[in-house]
T-cell receptor
Framework: GDSVTQMEGPVTLSEEAFLTINCTYT??????LFWYVQYPGEGLQLLLK?????DKGSNKGFEATYRKETTSFHLEKGSVQVSDSAVYFC????????????FGQGTRLTINP | DAGITQSPRYKITETGRQVTLMCHQT?????MFWYRQDLGHGLRLIYY???????DKGEVPDGYVVSRSKTENFPLTLESATRSQTSVYFC???????????FGPGTRLLVL
């Protein structure tokens, strides 16, 4: 079945450090890929998405490129801030049916000042 | 305020009791979803709905019932709560097939 695997957390970095959170997927068909972010006590918010191979999603300084050859969608940010502390979820949908999201297990990120 | 809301935000209940979690959205989105969030599992789909009166099972539907008599509401009922249903429950909606899903703030449920 379709699945998403994220790097295990928690991840702790200092402010202004470079961030990478790895995400790989297994899917039949041609998935769309997403990164969602969950701030403490809140629901999930869409951070960025990519709908086809080689697309790059970007938002708030975060980027991720849809790599079909490596089935990956790694999240990166050049200089993190304390306000980026959250849980990050990689997810996919297949272009069939109701577009159900399949999530990775989440990666908790803590940024220290 | 427009958006997607869930109630209650926190609920404590006992094993065997029936519990209903409410979800309401003001956008008239066609699609609505219920997920549960557990450590180590991310979010898993319980049920979804493509329109009023159309619902279907997700990955973990056992022990749950849904209905959708109106487009804006999508209640989730635990018919006889069990400890394994202790979780955080998120409702989401999207306007169209393949569209962005917008999540509610979640309901934290504890079953004793």
């Amino acid at each position: 079945g379709d699945s998403v695997t994220q790097m295990e957390g928690p991840v702790t970095l200092s402010e202004e450090a470079f961030l990478t959170i790895n995400c790989t997927y297994t899917a039949t068909g041609y998935p769309s890929l997403f990164w969602y972010v969950q701030y403490p006590g809140e629901g999930l918010q869409l951070l960025l998405k990519a709908t086809k191979a080689d697309d790059k999603g970007s938002n708030k300084g975060f980027e991720a490129t849809y790599r079909k050859e490596t089935t990956s969608f790694h999240l990166e940010k050049g200089s993190v801030q304390v306000s980026d502390s959250a849980v990050y979820f990689c997810a996919l949908t297949i272009s069939q049916g109701a577009q159900k999201l399949v999530f990775g297990q989440g990666t908790r990120l803590t940024i220290n000042p | 305020d427009a958006g997607i809301t869930q109630s209650p935000r926190y609920k404590i209940t006992e094993t065997g009791r029936q519990v209903t979690l409410m979800c309401h959205q003001t956008w008239s989105h066609s699609y609505m979803f219920w997920y549960r969030q557990d450590l180590g599992h991310g979010l898993r789909l319980i049920y979804y709905s493509a329109a009023a009166d159309i619902t279907d099972k997700g990955e973990v539907p056992d022990g749950y019932v849904v209905s959708r008599s109106k487009t804006e509401n999508f209640p989730l009922t635990l018919e006889s709560a069990t400890r394994s249903q202790t979780s955080v429950y998120f409702c989401a909606s999207s306007e169209q097939q393949g569209g962005t899903q917008y999540f509610g703030p979640g309901t934290r449920l504890l079953v004793l």
